[in-house]
């Protein structure tokens, strides 16, 4: 059993306001596999399966074939480097931290160079703050936070044309340093939306200590 918030005038709940529920683990069978789609970075497949409660029923699930990396780059000003760029399968814009996939990488080297790609800076500092899997519902997709200080904006020509080119390729069309208390506004002004983000900045903060 665990412990959960009990309904307002639950006549079992505690006096901190908790009631105790039953809650079971469930155990999925999965009777049979059928690969449906596959492509350099994602794969599909459906899933003939019995359910926790013994309901037979198919599960489609998408497999991440590589880790994707998140960074919260921060000025020492405590501004956040963001990106807005059009998100193809929303049809909108988004403003997000620089992420990406690892492409089978070195995990802190593929921040790395997603940082450098994505927003035209390095960092000297670079630690990783969490991991987190996007939409596990119907999602096999781990992703690594890291948190990068002691930025430093290119500085060679190449450099620069490099990080201009990637952006472009991404549909990158700004760069912004956000100062870290504008971001709530943001997030309640429905500018910021992507859940990975709101995720990644929720790592920084703890691993700040400014929870």
Same mark, same amino acid.
């Given at each position: 059993?665990?412990?959960?918030?009990?309904?307002?005038?639950?006549?079992?709940?505690?006096?901190?306001?908790?009631?105790?529920?039953?809650?079971?683990?469930?155990?999925?069978?999965?009777?049979?596999?059928?690969?449906?789609?596959?492509?350099?970075?994602?794969?599909?497949?459906?899933?003939?399966?019995?359910?926790?409660?013994?309901?037979?029923?198919?599960?489609?699930?998408?497999?991440?074939?590589?880790?994707?990396?998140?960074?919260?780059?921060?000025?020492?000003?405590?501004?956040?480097?963001?990106?807005?760029?059009?998100?193809?399968?929303?049809?909108?814009?988004?403003?997000?931290?620089? %992420?990406? &996939?690892?492409?089978?990488?070195?995990?802190? !080297? $593929? *921040?790395?160079?997603?940082? @450098?790609?994505?927003? =035209?800076?390095?960092?000297?500092?670079?630690?990783?703050?969490?991991?987190?899997?996007?939409?596990?519902?119907?999602?096999?997709?781990?992703?690594?936070?890291?948190?990068?200080?002691?930025?430093?904006?290119?500085?060679?020509?190449?450099?620069?044309?490099?990080?201009?080119?990637?952006?472009?390729?991404?549909?990158?069309?700004?760069?912004?340093?956000?100062?870290?208390?504008?971001?709530?506004?943001?997030? %309640?002004? &429905?500018?910021?939306?992507?859940?990975?983000? !709101? $995720? *990644?900045?929720?790592?920084? @903060?703890?691993?700040? =200590?400014?929870?």
């Amino acid at each position: 059993m665990r412990k959960v918030p009990a309904p307002r005038g639950d006549a079992t709940a505690g006096a901190v306001g908790y009631g105790l529920v039953m809650t079971h683990s469930g155990c999925w069978t999965t009777r049979s596999s059928t690969p449906k789609y596959t492509n350099p970075w994602i794969s599909v497949r459906e899933d003939a399966v019995v359910r926790p409660d013994g309901v037979e029923g198919v599960y489609g699930v998408v497999t991440m074939r590589n880790p994707a990396v998140f960074v919260v780059a921060m000025t020492d000003e405590d501004e956040v480097l963001m990106v807005s760029l059009y998100r193809y399968p929303t049809q909108a814009m988004s403003l997000e931290v620089p %992420a990406g &996939g690892s492409d089978g990488e070195n995990l802190m !080297l $593929a *921040a790395q160079r997603e940082l @450098a790609e994505e927003t =035209g800076y390095t960092a000297r500092e670079w630690r990783e703050i969490g991991r987190m899997n996007a939409l596990n519902g119907v999602c096999d997709a781990p992703e690594h936070v890291f948190l990068a200080t002691g930025l430093q904006a290119a500085a060679s020509v190449e450099d620069v044309e490099r990080a201009a080119r990637e952006q472009k390729a991404e549909g990158i069309s700004a760069v912004r340093a956000v100062p870290w208390r504008d971001l709530t506004r943001l997030v %309640a002004d &429905g500018e910021i939306t992507d859940g990975e983000t !709101l $995720a *990644a900045l929720m790592f920084a @903060a703890a691993a700040l =200590g400014w929870l």
